[in-house]
């Protein structure tokens, strides 16, 4: 059975400071490694990753993924109150006709003042 | 474009009633997913509808679930009888379909369900 790990599954910061957020996956006819972003409503598309050792970036957020570990991360550096939200990492994959998503429970980050 | 549009935004029921949850993908998209998201389980993939048919509907937890695609602008998911163990926050998704290529897939606000 498909499954995607998240870790840890709640995490408190300060603003300013740096979290990794961490993601394993074991998911059949693997394609790319998927974050989202779900603050009180929908979960909104952050990055996507295909390729191992190629870092993305956008702004203060960046992830990488780990093909032979089955292993991604997602970081955020000098973390915003704004950052608080719920990370979902996706495993995705070819089904027929389209392409679908096995979601990790998440990770709710809280960053205080 | 609205975006993909879900109603009810809230829904409170009680155990044994008929619940049905619509959603209106972004026009154009022909891709239309279902997904069910709880504290314990997290999202969890429920159907999900290519061209308006049904491909995958193995996440379905059981006979009292239903979904229909009559059409590429409307989807119902049913449930009858609900119990309380349904509650949780639905969302319906949608992308174009690219086949093995990824197309982002972008989700309605969700419909919350409480049966009591």
């Known amino acids: 059975e498909d499954k995607v790990v998240q870790s840890p599954l709640s995490l408190v910061v300060h603003e300013g400071d740096t979290v990794t957020l961490n993601c394993s996956y074991e998911?059949?006819?693997?394609?790319?490694l998927l974050w989202y972003k779900q603050e009180k409503k929908a979960p909104t598309f952050l990055f996507m990753l295909?390729?191992?050792?190629i870092e993305k970036k956008s702004g203060r957020l960046s992830s990488i993924l780990d093909k032979k570990e089955l292993f991604s991360i997602l970081n955020i550096t000098a973390t915003q109150t704004g950052d608080s939200a719920i990370y979902l990492c996706?495993?995705?994959?070819?089904?027929?006709?389209?392409?679908?998503?096995?979601f990790g429970k998440g990770t709710k980050l809280s960053v205080i003042p | 474009d609205a975006g993909v549009i879900q109603s009810p935004r809230h829904e409170v029921t009680e155990m044994g009633q008929e619940v049905t949850l619509r959603c209106k993908p972004i026009s154009g998209h022909n891709s239309l997913f279902w997904y069910r998201q709880t504290m314990m389980r997290g999202l969890e993939l429920l159907i999900y509808f290519n061209n308006n048919v049904p491909i995958d509907d193995s996440g379905m937890p059981e006979d009292r679930f239903s979904a229909k695609m009559p059409n590429a602008s409307f989807s119902t998911l049913k449930i009858q009888p609900s119990e309380p163990r349904d509650s949780a926050v639905y969302f319906c998704?949608?992308?174009?379909?690219?086949?093995?290529?990824?197309?982002?897939?972008?989700f309605g606000p969700g419909t919350r369900l409480t049966v009591l």
């Open positions: 295909t390729s191992s050792g």
């Open positions: 996706a495993g995705g994959y070819s089904g027929a006709g389209s392409y679908q998503l096995t």
């Open positions: 998911v059949t006819n693997f394609r790319s």
């Open positions: 998704a949608s992308s174009s379909s690219g086949g093995s290529s990824y197309n982002e897939q972008f």
